[in-house]
Structure formats: C-alpha cells, structure tokens
C-alpha cells in the first residue's frame, strides 16, 4: 500500500505541477482563437510560406498547429486544397514544433530555458522545409485526403466562447491525468520492486548514444511513446528524486522536443495522404543527430574548461 499511496502522491504532484502550466494557456488560447489575434498573426507570417514551398494560406494550419495542436493544424490542412509536397513539409514542420506554449511551458518547467526550446523546434521546423523544398522535386499532385471529422460550430456569444476554453483547458488536464497518476503508480512499483534499475540497463545504450546517464532512460521511454507533457512528467520526479543531472535534463529535452510521441503523432497524419514513413524516419533521425552534437560539444566545452582550471591553478 506504501508504494500504491507514493505513486498516487506523486502522479497528482505532477498533475498538478504540469495543470498549472496547461490550463491557463489552453484557456487563452481558445479564448485567442476566436479574437482577430489568430488572424493578425497569420496574416503576417504568410508572406515568409514561400521561402518554404508553401502558399501564403498554408499559414493557416502552421499557426493552429503552433498555438493550439497537431489536430488543430492538421484540421487546417484539410480546409485547404494543398499539394501533397505541401501537405508532407506542413506535416514535418508540424512535427517539429507544434502546441508550443504548453510544451514549452513544460519544458521550462524541468529547468531548459525556453530560447533552447524554441531555436530548436523551430529551427528543426523550417530548416527541414526549407531542404524538403530544395531537394525534394515530386509531390506536385493534389493531395486526397482520407475520412475526417467534422469542423464544430463556432460559439456565437463571449460567453461561449469562455466556457469552450474552460471545456477544453478542463480536459486536457484530465486527459493528462488519466495517463500522469497510472503511468507514476507504474514507476513506483517498478523503482520499490528494483526493476527500474534493470530497465535502465536496458536502456543503457540508447542513453549511451546521446550522451546522458542511464537514469534518465525512463523519461526518454516515456516521451517518446506518451509525449512530451508525460516525459517532462516523468523528469520532474527524476530530478527531484532519482539526481538526474541538469545536463542530462537539457539533454533529453532536446531530443525530446525534437522527437515524441512518435506513434501518435505520426499516426494521425495518415488520412492526409502523405508517406509517413520518411516523416518518422527524419524525426528519429534528426532529434539522433541533433542531441548526439549538442552532447558531444558541450563535453568538448566542459574539458576546455577544466583545462583551463588545471593550467591556471599551476
């Protein structure tokens, strides 16, 4: 019962901690939604689609996808009569940066300062179009999209459009919880029956690869199959209790910011008609390479320093 009662402690701290991040902005940004900020904002980044491939209305489901979700952009997308090149460099950018006021806000919350957060997911985003773009010459054809949902009426009255806010920053809490306090009653169990650490050795060489230590193995588990929210969820426990380091947090943020939830995210762009497996294949990739370089210069980085310490201290 000790273990039941401290995963359940922990999975409603975490809620918590990641609701407080979660609501509000899921609130203002409904609220946003519905205001001619939305609009403003698309109107001026529509002039830079070019410079990706893409129509100047292609903004649309760049911007939804950004301040509100993947489905938010993807419903964008299939408002739009779109080539299949644009819908496929819409999807990898979507990929990389998507929902970027929680995630961010998440991220923050394990200690990575949110310009590294956002150079690198939005870096990834448009410099992958812009090579996609270059190199890639097909795609030219309309795209046909597969079944989807129907688009909900807009509330009429301020009202509404509140309490839709309230609807919808209400469940995604929920729905947080829901994975949150089942996933750290798991971990519990798992760190009080010693069979965390014989997962860590399993993922030994995956962490290996990209430069941190063994025990943040289970928050890279995490986000890459549940997500960036569960991930980070998962990291808050580990630094606070398991001493994983802050460059390892940053380490593992990174790849992760660049690379979650890779089944559903990559799942749900099936019905625009894109390949989807090149679109996994440069998100495992790139957030490989990526977090691989950062580790390998900070080393470089923390050796040239105690260098420097070791010939100053002679």
């Known amino acids: 019962m000790s273990t039941l009662r401290k995963g359940l402690q922990a999975g409603l701290k975490t809620t918590w901690t990641l609701g407080k991040i979660i609501f509000p902005i899921t609130l203002l940004v409904v609220i946003l939604q519905h205001t001619p900020v939305l609009p403003w904002i698309i109107d001026l980044v529509a002039p830079l689609m070019g410079l990706f491939g893409l129509s100047g209305e292609a903004a649309i489901p760049l911007v939804l996808g950004n301040a509100l979700n993947l489905y938010a952009g993807i419903a964008g997308i299939l408002s739009l009569e779109l080539t299949v090149k644009e819908v496929f460099i819409l999807a990898v950018m979507l990929s990389f940066s998507h929902n970027l006021f929680i995630e961010s806000g998440v991220a923050m919350r394990v200690g990575v300062k949110l310009w590294i957060i956002l150079v690198v997911r939005l870096g990834l985003a448009s410099i992958s179009a812009i090579l996609i773009n270059l190199f890639w010459k097909g795609g030219s054809e309309i795209a046909q999209y597969g079944m989807a949902s129907a688009p909900?009426?807009?509330?009429?009255?301020?009202?509404?459009?509140?309490?839709?806010?309230?609807?919808?920053?209400?469940?995604?809490?929920?729905?947080?919880?829901?994975?949150?306090?089942?996933?750290?009653?798991?971990?519990?169990?798992?760190?009080?029956?010693?069979?965390?650490?014989?997962?860590?050795?399993?993922?030994?060489?995956?962490?290996?690869?990209?430069?941190?230590?063994?025990?943040?193995?289970?928050?890279?588990?995490?986000?890459?199959?549940?997500?960036?929210?569960?991930?980070?969820?998962?990291?808050?426990?580990?630094?606070?209790?398991?001493?994983?380091?802050?460059?390892?947090?940053?380490?593992?943020?990174?790849?992760?910011?660049?690379?979650?939830?890779?089944?559903?995210?990559?799942?749900?762009f099936v019905p625009l008609g894109i390949p989807i497996w090149p679109l996994l294949l440069i998100r495992v990739v790139t957030a490989f390479v990526l977090t691989m370089a950062v580790a390998w210069f900070w080393k470089r980085a923390e050796q040239t320093k105690e260098k420097g310490v070791v010939l100053h201290g002679q």
């Open 152 to 268: 909900e009426a807009a509330p009429e009255t301020w009202g509404g459009i509140v309490l839709l806010g309230f609807e919808k920053a209400g469940f995604g809490v929920l729905q947080l919880a829901v994975i949150v306090i089942p996933l750290m009653v798991a971990i519990q169990f798992l760190k009080d029956g010693g069979w965390m650490h014989k997962l860590s050795s399993k993922l030994e060489p995956l962490t290996k690869l990209i430069g941190v230590q063994p025990n943040a193995g289970m928050t890279l588990a995490t986000g890459l199959v549940a997500g960036l929210a569960m991930g980070a969820g998962v990291m808050i426990q580990a630094v606070e209790e398991d001493g994983v380091s802050k460059k390892d947090a940053t380490l593992v943020l990174i790849f992760l910011v660049s690379c979650h939830a890779v089944i559903e995210d990559t799942l749900i």
